[in-house]
């Protein structure tokens, strides 16, 4: 295996060169009317910023409407606007153009197909056109395609397009053209549109690794979200719109050269939105208010998780094979927990049944089986649980609030038990679960609820089903850094349909191992500034769910390369105690919470941000008024003889 660790040329050096000229960088979608539109201000000050404010309009296709032009003169304040369709004009003329062109103090290029731009224009005078102009101080901008082509190494989409998966799956693939020969205005940068959208932080992984390994350059990638722009100019970076400008920075990022599976740990990723600043010369970013410091910074646990993936597959056989012959004993009962009628169950019993010697039980997660005492046995009996095709309001409602539930929940935190949560259920384990997330935009419209889970992985949230299709891409790319900081939580983990994952504790600390034939992504809370997006997609919406953050980090593992969760059961909590311990019920809860432990102890109550709220001594059970807090989540603690443990309450 090759392993090469970049410790080389960061974003300062990068971006020395932007001084020159300015770029507006637009990451797709349609521009809006009026002083009020998202793209007002960064169009308008684009135009301010160009000498003689007069303004060329460049596309590879005949103008739909004069909607644009009379946007630019109209409302920011052009002299003039033309629109230049290249797709008519003769290469021999491209010299006539050039003149042309170089009367115009600011270039946009609509979007597209950049590799009719790239195809085109390279090597032309209309690339030396671009290249004068920014360098005698003018103003390059593009949206969409007409943005990609800006960055001194460009994805040229020669083949057609490469989607998420496939770039981190294979960063060799056909697909992934890359070039460096066109236009030079930001060295050492590659740059990615319709970012969140389509969910291509993993395309721009894959982009910049496949750069690295076959020119030995290190690259920093800028994706910019549709309806989202940003300015670029005397070394800052000032963000507009409604949702993000993410930058991905491989500087300190250690790859894993396996085939041509995408293996890197420690990308920094950085998120501005509307109204910050980023001065790329002394790294400060202006604009994100608030502070985020997970109270729990490790998981802790000594039980074993399999996390699957995505939609019922080949690789959810294949994870029963991993909890049958991989975890405990082939001769340990297994209990399913299936939702009402289940369609998958069947075949991951006969996949359990084929492998293992123990007795297989099933029975539905419903409040039918509150206090059966057919499903107590098999709790009792059974070491392997799995869990499949369970929704979300009734599986949660069956395991808070029932007997069974309650009697289940203890023996899954024994640290001899295994659990599996088949495809959408790998979603219950964190401590919040993302729901509604299949539905179509539901980020980009703020439909997006952060609901409690199970808090088996206390400080996670995980995403299964990524990339299952382009209706959920932004959901499923933006609703786990959002879930991370509005609930104070360290991890966050994306699964697909080609993979899963186990959480396991070995001599060497708690971690994560991902199985399967695509790599797990996991990013990590570094306590950073935050905000979220206060700007609609819409006039009609509440703003999008896009978060801004100074630093996380994400890694991108396969079965090669485990993850650290936490460095010994019981690390940030000063000792361990067993679940069954501590109980603390309702929850969720919204007048009074009771609390109880096997001895006396001390209890504290902390809000999410770690503030210590209330604390009591001496007592095994609690009677706690909570009727003066706030709706939100708050951490429990109880410590008996320097042990404690951690419970998260939902306060309605």
């Known amino acids: 295996m090759k392993r090469i660790l970049i410790l080389f040329t960061g974003i300062v050096l990068s971006f020395q060169l932007f001084s020159q000229g300015t770029l507006m960088l637009v990451g797709g979608g349609t521009e809006r009317t009026g002083e009020d539109a998202w793209n007002f201000e960064p169009y308008r000050k684009a135009v301010a910023y160009s000498t003689n404010k007069r303004v060329a309009i460049i596309a590879w296709g005949a ?17 003039t606007a033309k629109h230049f369709d290249f797709s008519i004009i003769d290469p021999s003329d491209y010299n006539t153009m050039y003149d042309s062109l170089m009367t115009y103090d600011m270039y946009f290029f609509k979007g597209g197909d950049q590799n009719d731009y790239y195809s085109n224009f390279k090597n032309t005078v209309i690339a030396d056109a671009i290249t004068d102009k920014y360098n005698e101080g003018g103003v390059i901008s593009g949206t969409s395609a007409g943005m990609a082509i800006l960055s001194s190494v460009m994805y040229t989409a020669s083949n057609g397009t490469v989607y998420p998966y496939e770039a981190i799956e294979n960063y060799e693939n056909t697909y992934m053209t890359l070039a460096d020969d066109f236009v030079d205005l930001a060295p050492g940068w590659l740059f990615d549109t ?108 000594t039980y074993t998780l ?87 309001d009734t599986f949660m409602d069956f395991m808070n609030n029932t007997a069974s539930g309650y009697r289940l929940l203890l023996k899954m935190k024994d640290p001899a038990s295994t659990s599996a949560f088949v495809g959408d259920n790998s979603r219950f384990v964190g401590a919040s679960v993302i729901n509604n997330y299949e539905t179509a935009a539901a980020s980009y419209y703020a439909e997006l609820t952060f ?22 891409y932004e959901n499923s790319t933006t609703g786990v850094p959002y ?17 899963y994952a186990k959480y396991f504790v070995d001599n060497d600390g708690v971690k994560l191992i991902p199985f399967g034939d695509s790599p797990v992504m996991i990013m990590k809370n570094e306590g950073t500034n935050y905000d979220f997006s206060v700007t609609g997609s819409t006039a009609n919406h509440d703003q999008r769910m896009v978060a801004g953050f100074e630093e996380m980090t994400l890694n991108v593992i396969n079965s090669t390369k485990s993850f650290v969760m936490g460095t010994n059961p019981g690390v940030g909590i000063s000792g361990y105690l067993k679940d069954s311990e501590f109980t603390v019920y309702p929850n969720p809860a919204s ?62």
């Not at 644009?68 to 409302?75: A, E």
């Not at 123990?358 to 392997?384: C, M, Q």
């Not at 879930?483 to 993979?499: E, R, S």
């Not at 009074?592 to 941000?609: G, K, P, Q, R």
Request: net charge negative; hydrophobic share 35%; proline share 1%.
């Open 591 to 652: 007048n009074i919470v009771y609390c109880e432990s096997e001895e006396n102890s001390l209890l504290e109550i902390y809000s999410i941000d770690g503030k210590l709220l209330k604390r009591f001594g001496g007592q095994k059970r609690y009677e706690v008024n909570i009727a003066d807090f706030d709706s939100g989540i708050y951490l429990f603690k109880s410590t008996v003889n320097s042990n404690s443990v951690i419970r998260k309450v939902t306060v309605q």
């Open 63 to 79: 103008e739909s409407d004069s909607w644009l032009r009379d946007y630019f003169t109209g409302t920011c304040n052009a002299n």
């Open 306 to 392: 399999l996390l699957g993936g995505g939609i019922y597959s080949t690789y959810h056989s294949q994870m029963m094979e991993t909890l049958v012959n991989e975890c405990g004993n082939i001769s340990d009962n297994v209990l399913f927990i299936t939702g009402a009628s289940s369609t998958n169950a069947a075949g991951l019993v006969n996949s359990v049944e084929s492998a293992s010697t123990g007795t297989v039980y099933e029975f539905e997660g419903i409040a039918a089986n509150a206090n059966s005492s057919e499903l107590a046995d098999a709790i009792a009996a059974a070491s392997k649980f799995v869990f499949v095709d369970n929704e979300y």
């Open 483 to 499: 879930a991370m900081l509005q609930d104070g939580l360290t991890y966050g983990i994306w699964l697909n349909k080609k993979n």
């Open 451 to 472: 609901d409690p889970g199970l808090s088996l992985l206390e400080t996670t949230v995980v995403m299964p089903k990524s990339f299952m299709n382009s209706d959920m």
């Open 194 to 301: 319709h970012f969140a959208e389509r969910g291509r932080f993993p395309r721009l992984v894959g982009l910049i690794t496949n750069w690295y390994y076959n020119h030995t350059e290190q690259l920093t990638g800028l994706g910019v979200d549709d309806v989202t722009a940003m300015i670029i100019r005397n070394d800052s970076v000032y963000a507009y719109g409604t949702g993000a400008g993410n930058f991905f920075d491989i500087q300190n990022t250690v790859f894993d050269q396996n085939e041509t599976m995408v293996v890197a740990e420690n990308i920094k990723v950085t998120n501005i939105l509307n109204g910050c600043t980023y001065d790329l010369s002394t790294g400060n970013i202006e604009g994100l208010t608030q502070v985020s410091s997970p109270a729990i910074t490790e998981e802790n646990h």
